[in-house]
């Protein structure tokens, strides 16, 4: 059996990703991160046998300590992105999912110390201030998904790069 592709880190990774709505406003909770020149979505990487919905839930609750309900339906769409000459970019999938977040949870959403010193706060972002706010690819990804669920113009649900495919 050839195991080549069995390394550390691998070769592929898969990423669990959340948008987070406003409970009030069309505005999307963008992450705040230490040395990092924009705006981030919450989430990260699968763990090993961990489906992204299991991901997305457990990485929302460990960065902002709120227990948000994800349900297969909240997945608007899954983002490919091919290795590039970047350090640290590999090619990898990111399941995208979109939430309204209730009031409860948008007035009790903080940055946990268990996330590590890095995640320093967040902010609420207007959908047409994103490009203000985020990598033009982060930007495509969160209106790519926001037209998933019907909140945008166009519909897609398998993206390449943020763009759908």
């Known amino acids: 059996m050839d195991r080549s592709n069995y390394v550390s880190p691998p070769p592929r990774r898969i990423g669990a990703q959340a948008v987070l709505l406003h409970p009030d406003h069309d505005q999307v909770m963008v992450l705040r991160m230490r040395e990092r020149r924009c705006g981030w979505l919450p989430g990260g990487h699968c763990a090993p046998d961990e489906s992204a919905l299991v991901a997305v839930q457990r990485i929302v609750r460990l960065q902002l300590g709120i227990a948000v309900p994800f349900g ?3 997945l608007a769409v899954v983002d490919y992105s091919p290795s590039n000459r970047e350090p640290e970019a590999r090619e990898g999938y990111n399941f995208v999912f979109v ?3 209730s009031v409860e ?3 009790s959403a903080r940055p ?4 590590g010193p890095d995640l320093l706060g967040y902010d609420w972002v207007h959908v047409g ?3 203000n706010a985020c ?3 982060h930007v495509r990804r969160i209106t790519g998904a926001l037209a998933a ?3 945008g113009p166009v519909p897609g649900r398998f993206l390449m790069q943020g763009q759908v495919a």
């Open 99 to 101: 939430r309204r977040l």
């Open 112 to 115: 946990q110390e268990v996330a």
């Open 72 to 74: 297969g339906a909240d």
């Open 135 to 137: 990598l033009p690819y």
């Open 129 to 131: 201030e994103l490009a």
């Open 105 to 107: 949870h948008a007035g």
């Open 149 to 151: 669920v019907g909140t």
